[in-house]
């Protein structure tokens, strides 16, 4: 796959709540393939972009889509956290974007063992330059600590069940392919396609990636340290992919919206969290279960 046939979620709502009219600056947190932010580049000629990604593969795609804006854009290979400390002046900024999660592009590149749907190394990294692989985890993490990952990250019911499966498979051979795992899943979780129902393993893959990426890590602390450092009028948008995640993004903006001392950071601009409509999820099965939230500096 290349980025060419990649669909931005929720691409209109993004470019109304980020308000892209305005001149100055725009962050793209987790830039993919730049399916938003070649939109917001093409929609206004007087805006800057800066995007950031862990994964050196989507930011080369992103870079080569880019390409005909190349004097408005800005690309770093880092994980977004590092914005806050960025050396730059943070008054322009007028929006930030935070599109949560795995892109099309990492699920449907087999090497990269994101997906049950292919088969594939235990990987699942998005930054190639981290230590810890799915692989690691399944192979060397306790009963107890698989058990938690998966009831903490999967919300899986078996997650006792399977984490007792795992190791007894792994004294027998080492658990190395995403199919590998997938069977034992299935076997455990007595899986019977059922129209409506989630395959099992789309939890058990959701937890390791989570845990590979650490990808709760810090969500709170960043969107806290990055809604005091943009000027007023100044926007985040944060699309997420479960539950885990809204529930943080939720939560840290409801925080910051409350007054202290008289004084609150931010307004919030969605009461309920805008979700993608059904033609836009017949039309890209994975919007399904994109959450959007915005939330502007006061
Ligand atoms: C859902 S995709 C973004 C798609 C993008 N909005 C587009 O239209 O092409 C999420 C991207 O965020 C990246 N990512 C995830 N966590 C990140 C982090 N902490 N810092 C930087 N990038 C991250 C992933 O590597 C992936 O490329």
Same mark, same amino acid.
């Given at each position: 796959?290349?980025?060419?046939?990649?669909?931005?979620?929720?691409?209109?709502?993004?470019?109304?709540?980020?308000?892209?009219?305005?001149?100055?600056?725009?962050?793209?947190?987790?830039?993919?393939?730049?399916?938003?932010?070649?939109?917001?580049?093409?929609?206004?000629?007087?805006?800057?972009?800066?995007?950031?990604?862990?994964?050196?593969?989507?930011?080369?795609?992103?870079?080569?889509?880019?390409?005909?804006?190349?004097?408005?854009?800005?690309?770093?290979?880092?994980?977004?956290?590092?914005?806050?400390?960025?050396?730059?002046?943070?008054?322009?900024?007028?929006?930030?974007?935070?599109?949560?999660?795995?892109?099309?592009?990492?699920?449907?590149?087999?090497?990269?063992?994101?997906?049950?749907?292919?088969?594939?190394?235990?990987?699942?990294?998005?930054?190639?330059?981290?230590?810890?692989?799915?692989?690691?985890?399944?192979?060397?993490?306790?009963?107890?600590?698989?058990?938690?990952?998966?009831? &903490?990250?999967?919300?899986?019911?078996? /997650?006792?069940?399977?984490?007792? =499966?795992? *190791? #007894?498979?792994?004294?027998? !051979? @080492?658990?190395?392919?995403?199919?590998?795992?997938?069977?034992?899943?299935?076997?455990?979780?007595?899986?019977?396609?059922?129209?409506?129902?989630?395959?099992?393993?789309?939890?058990?893959?959701?937890?390791?990636?989570? &845990?590979?990426?650490?990808?709760?890590? /810090?969500?709170?602390?960043?969107? =806290?340290? *990055? #809604?005091?450092?943009?000027? !007023? @009028?100044?926007?985040?948008?944060?699309?997420?992919?479960?539950?885990?995640?809204?529930?943080?993004?939720?939560?840290?903006?409801?925080?910051?919206?409350?007054?202290?001392?008289?004084?609150?950071?931010?307004?919030?601009?969605?009461?309920?969290?805008?979700?993608? /409509?059904?033609?836009?999820?017949?039309?890209?099965?994975?919007?399904?279960?994109? !959450?959007?939230?915005?939330?502007?500096?006061?």
């Amino acid at each position: 796959m290349n980025g060419n046939n990649h669909i931005p979620v929720l691409l209109e709502e993004v470019l109304d709540f980020l308000d892209i009219k305005r001149e100055g600056i725009y962050i793209d947190c987790t830039i993919g393939l730049g399916g938003h932010a070649l939109e917001i580049l093409k929609r206004n000629p007087n805006v800057t972009l800066i995007g950031f990604d862990i994964d050196e593969k989507s930011l080369l795609e992103a870079k080569k889509k880019l390409q005909p804006y190349e004097n408005r854009v800005e690309l770093y290979h880092s994980d977004f956290r590092y914005l806050p400390d960025l050396k730059m002046d943070f008054s322009h900024i007028r929006g930030i974007l935070l599109d949560l999660g795995v892109s099309s592009f990492q699920l449907d590149s087999p090497e990269r063992g994101f997906s049950f749907n292919h088969e594939g190394p235990l990987d699942m990294r998005m930054d190639l330059r981290n230590k810890i692989t799915a692989l690691k985890i399944i192979n060397k993490y306790s009963e107890h600590k698989l058990a938690d990952l998966f009831r &903490e990250y999967g919300e899986l019911r078996q /997650s006792k069940r399977l984490a007792r =499966e795992i *190791i #007894s498979h792994r004294r027998a !051979k @080492k658990i190395e392919t995403t199919t590998q795992l997938l069977h034992i899943v299935e076997k455990i979780c007595r899986w019977r396609p059922q129209k409506g129902k989630t395959h099992p393993a789309a939890k058990v893959f959701q937890a390791l990636r989570i &845990e590979v990426n650490q990808e709760l890590r /810090s969500l709170s602390g960043f969107l =806290e340290r *990055i #809604s005091q450092k943009i000027p !007023k @009028k100044g926007r985040i948008i944060a699309i997420s992919f479960h539950s885990l995640e809204d529930r943080i993004i939720k939560h840290t903006f409801r925080q910051l919206a409350v007054s202290e001392n008289s004084h609150s950071f931010l307004k919030i601009l969605t009461k309920k969290p805008i979700i993608p /409509s059904e033609e836009e999820v017949a039309s890209n099965f994975r919007a399904r279960s994109a !959450k959007l939230r915005a939330v502007e500096r006061v």
